[in-house]
């Protein structure tokens, strides 16, 4: 497997490809939490909220937790995400529902259920589970020798790309990449993939500062990162466009003003 690097914790340059092995009899691992935002995800949430949970009772990654955060949503998705919980919760993996005051955004919603997670590493992931589940092994693989974080990548290797996304969105996605490398000056392929694995004392450290409630969000926690001298690795997952995205052509643009708010806010000094 291979992982692209950018090591902030010295002057930025060209990131490097380096193969890493999960080791073959790997240590106790840290336990994980599952952050999972969700807006109107009543119909969708259950597959996926099971199947989260079969995986991790499975998995070294014990005790381990997640947590579903409702941003506000007009359907049953915060009753939906409580029975199911109450249904699956046991002494391996525990299911919390988290609520927000209102929509606020997926930003809020993930800044929300990281600086509640209580295990060591903490995972945020999209409620379709675009990225599978099992895909955080290989997150986990390049955490072991002590990075702070790893984010998923659909941009490293394209070729894990099953179902992809209509040409618009993806051509938007590139040329979002490009302004974030240029306005921002973070050296990702991918920062807009919704897999991003930190440990707990980086994200306490990250969310504690970031502001942004919506789509720049991504921009904005891997900015901080940088600025907070924190090693993040990037790794290619596995992905599959799912219908039914709550982000719209209009919040995408939007999010090319959120890398000169990122700048401003930096100026302002938020960010230390």
């Not at 998923?152 to 179902?163: C, N, P, T, Y």
């Not at 720049?216 to 907070?228: K, N, P, S, T, Y």
């Amino acid at each position: 497997m291979r992982a692209r690097f950018a090591c902030y914790n010295r002057p930025l340059r060209a990131s490097s490809w380096r193969l890493v092995e999960r080791p073959s009899a790997p240590p106790i691992l840290p336990s994980v939490s599952v952050v999972i935002p969700a807006y109107n995800e009543e119909r969708r949430l259950p597959p996926s909220l099971e199947r989260v949970v079969e995986f991790l009772r499975e998995s070294p990654y014990l005790p381990a937790e997640v947590l579903v955060v409702d941003d506000g949503s007009k359907d049953d998705t915060a009753a939906t995400a409580e029975a199911i919980g109450a249904r699956l919760s046991d002494e391996r993996v525990k299911v919390r529902v988290l609520r927000n005051p209102g929509n606020r955004g997926k930003g809020y919603a993930v800044r929300h259920g990281m600086l509640e997670a209580k295990s060591d590493w903490a995972l945020f992931s999209d409620a379709d589970l675009s990225a599978p589940i099992e895909e955080l092994d290989k997150l986990a693989a390049v955490m072991y020798g002590g990075l702070d974080g790893a984010i998923g990548s659909r941009a490293v290797d394209r070729s894990l790309i099953g179902v992809r996304q209509p040409w618009t969105r993806e051509w938007m996605g590139r040329i979002f990449n490009m302004a974030v490398r240029l306005g921002a000056g973070l050296k990702f392929s991918d920062t807009q993939c919704g897999f991003k694995l930190l440990s707990r004392e980086a994200s306490q450290k990250i969310f504690r500062l970031q502001r942004m409630d919506r789509f720049g969000f991504d921009v904005e926690m891997l900015f901080i990162a940088r600025r907070l001298g924190l090693r993040i690795a990037e790794v290619p997952v596995r992905w599959n466009d799912v219908e039914g995205t709550k982000v719209s052509l209009f919040s995408g643009a939007d999010a090319f003003l959120d890398i000169l708010r990122v700048r401003w806010n930096d100026l302002r000094g938020y960010y230390r």
